[in-house]
T-cell receptor
Framework: ELKVEQNPLFLSMQEGKNYTIYCNYSTTSDRLYWYRQDPGKSLESLFVLLSNGAVKQEGRLMASLDTKARLSTLHITAAVHDLSATYFCAGRDTNSGYALNFGKGTSLLVTP | NAGVTQTPKFRVLKTGQSMTLLCAQDMNHEYMYWYRQDPGMGLRLIHYSVGEGTTAKGEVPDGYNVSRLKKQNFLLGLESAAPSQTSVYFC????????????FGSGTRLTVV
């Protein structure tokens, strides 16, 4: 069974600072996903990483994938308040109908 | 194109009552999933379906039943609600295993008192 672990679970950072969220997964997953969730809302897709070494960037967020280390990272550059949200990584479980297995999420608060 | 629609959006049940949550998608997706989200737990898979007429158990299936009689609808039933089933429920769908996109519904907030 695919297990996904994120750290940290809570992150408070100042505007303008950089930080990285880590996502480890236990077995092979052919794809790795990052989502954002605002309070009371559904999940918003941020990135889909398909292969080893994949790197994707959107604004102040950059995601990367190392399949050999079973590690994905979400790097935040020069954080702004609008990035405050909960971020989830998820791997695809081929043994459960290709369902996404989620980490517990990282609750990010960006303060002035 | 509505995507994935969940009904109802909110519901309060008394312990022991039953209800059905409906997930409807208009994208001709084969795969459908029910998740529950609890604080600090991420999203956990309850049941899933890989096509019309098929269902299977996920990580936390106890207390829930599902049906997928029509391709576009995936129903989640609670036969005898318990306070432990207080949660936010999300439905998701995907076109096929080769497709990498998942579409999520807006969620159903269920409180069991």
């Amino acid at each position: 069974e695919l297990k996904v672990e994120q750290n940290p679970l809570f992150l408070s950072m100042q505007e303008g600072k950089n930080y990285t969220i880590y996502c480890n997964y236990s077995t092979t997953s052919d794809r790795l996903y990052w989502y954002r969730q605002d309070p009371g809302k559904s999940l918003e897709s941020l990135f889909v990483l398909l292969s080893n070494g994949a790197v994707k960037q959107e604004g102040r967020l950059m995601a990367s994938l190392d399949t050999k280390a079973r590690l994905s990272t979400l790097h935040i550059t020069a954080a702004v308040h609008d990035l405050s949200a909960t971020y989830f990584c998820a791997g695809r479980d081929t043994n459960s109908g290709y369902a996404l297995n989620f980490g517990k999420g990282t609750s990010l608060l960006v303060t002035p | 194109n509505a995507g994935v629609t969940q009904t109802p959006k909110f519901r309060v049940l008394k312990t022991g009552q039953s209800m059905t949550l409906l997930c409807a998608q208009d994208m001709n997706h084969e795969y459908m999933y029910w998740y529950r989200q609890d604080p600090g737990m991420g999203l956990r898979l309850i049941h899933y379906s890989v096509g019309e007429g098929t269902t299977a158990k996920g990580e936390v299936p106890d207390g829930y039943n599902v049906s997928r009689l029509k391709k576009q609808n995936f129903l989640l039933g609670l036969e005898s609600a318990a306070p432990s089933q207080t949660s936010v429920y999300f439905c998701a769908s995907s076109y096929s295993r080769a497709n990498y996109g998942y579409t999520f519904g807006s969620g159903t907030r269920l409180t069991v008192v």
